[in-house]
Every structure is written in C-alpha cells, then in structure tokens.
C-alpha cells in the first residue's frame, strides 16, 4: 500500500519570510514518482513538479526548491521570500510504478500574511 | 490550449437522486483521470481511461457509480441513489499519449457535489 504524509495542516507566515513543508511518504515500489500540486483558492489543482526514484538531486525554480531524500523517504517543499500569491493548499502525491492513480496526501495550508 | 472542462460546478441534489457529471480533456489527450476530493483532504483517485478503455478502477468506485468515455474524448461520471455520504468535489484531470508517469495530470475546476 501507498502512503503519503504531510504532518502540517495548516502553516501561517507573513511575507517574505521561507517556508518548507513536508511530506514523507511510504512504498514498496523500488521505482515511484513523486509530485507536488497546489491548490488555490479557485480550486484548480496547478502541477509544481515531478521526481522519479532514481533523481535525487534537489531541484530550484525560481523561489521554489525541493529536496528529495530517499533515506528518509522525504520530499520536501521550500518557498524563499513567499509572497501572498502562494497562499494555498500544497498536495504532495505519490505515483507506484504499476499503478496509473496518484496517492495524495492529505495537503499544507499555507497562509501568507502580509 | 483550454484546459479541463467541467460541467456543471455545482450540483445540488436530493438522497436518492442520480446524477451525472460530463468532463472535457484537453483536446488530444488520451488519459482521463476522475478523482473525488472531501473537505480537508487530498483527492482519491477513482478511475482511469486511456482513450475509451477504463483501464483501473478503485475500490471507493462502488457499484453505484459508473462512467464512461465513449469516444475517447469526453468522460461522464454517474452516481446512481446518491448518498449524503457522496457530497464531494469530483475532479477531472487528463495527461498527453506517453509514459504516464512521464506526464503531469491537468486538472479541472471540478464539480461540487451537495447531497442533501
């Protein structure tokens, strides 16, 4: 079974300080993917981006970063200097090797004050 | 490139009543994908279509729910005596011809399910 956790319900920040968010997930899958989706306010869910099990170098785009550790089964998501405009639900997601749907968590509500 | 489109937004509806939901992929899209989300939680994936075969189905997909794509464009997703239980977002999210893991779901605005 697939499982995908992030312990933080709900994150509150003011502007321009950074953020990570968790997510940890579980999988006998020896080859998986793994994606983070936000969701604004509209309800839209927008895709932020993929990894696959074998591609643990961290990715930066732009004020977003993620770090990919498979030691610790960890796919964390930082924003430098968030901006109101980031202020949404975050769904880390999980996808097995043999299966087409994704596995989500149960999602970050990042709230950026300004 | 319009995106996912779904119809109707929201759909208010008795216990007991059958509804029906119609979603329009990005046009060229083999893979169509529906998922349901519940308040406060992420989506569950419940079924999957590569153009109009229904590839993988999940266990929440109770026989009460069916759906369809039959020309390999457009999907319906029917809920038959809905349950209050039901009264969820359902979204829609479709994917280009290619390794599946290799392509990132596009999703819709969903619809807005109330079962009262």
């Known amino acids: 079974a697939q499982k995908v956790t992030q312990a933080q319900t709900e994150i509150s920040v003011v502007e321009k300080e950074d953020v990570t968010l968790d997510c940890v997930y579980e999988t006998r899958d020896t080859t998986y993917y793994l994606f983070w989706y936000k969701q604004p306010p509209s309800g839209e869910l927008v895709f932020l981006i993929r990894?696959?099990?074998?591609?643990?170098q961290n990715e930066i785009s732009g004020r977003y970063s993620w770090n990919f550790q498979k030691s610790t089964s960890s796919f964390n998501f930082t924003i430098t200097a968030s901006q109101v405009v980031d202020s949404a639900v975050y769904f880390c997601?999980?996808?097995?090797?043999?299966?087409?749907?994704?596995?989500f968590g149960k999602g970050t509500h990042l709230i950026i004050q300004p | 490139d319009t995106g996912v489109s779904q119809d109707p937004r929201h759909k208010i509806t008795k216990r007991g009543q059958n509804v029906t939901f119609r979603c329009d992929p990005i046009?060229?899209?083999?893979?169509l994908y529906w998922y349901r989300q519940t308040l406060g939680q992420g989506p569950e994936f419940l079924t999957y279509?590569?153009?109009?075969?229904?590839?993988?189905k999940s266990r929440l997909l109770s026989d009460r729910f069916s759906a369809e794509r039959p020309k390999g464009s457009f999907s319906t997703l029917e809920i038959q005596r809905t349950e209050q239980g039901d009264s969820a977002m359902y979204l829609c999210?479709?994917?280009?011809?290619?390794?599946?893991?290799?392509?990132?779901?596009?999703f819709g605005n969903g619809t807005r399910l109330t079962v009262t």
């Open positions: 046009s060229e899209h083999n893979r």
């Open positions: 999210a479709s994917s280009p011809e290619g390794p599946s893991y290799n392509s990132p779901l596009h």
């Open positions: 997601a999980l996808k097995g090797g043999g299966a087409d749907g994704l596995t």
């Open positions: 990894r696959n099990s074998f591609d643990e």
């Open positions: 279509f590569q153009n109009e075969a229904q590839l993988e």
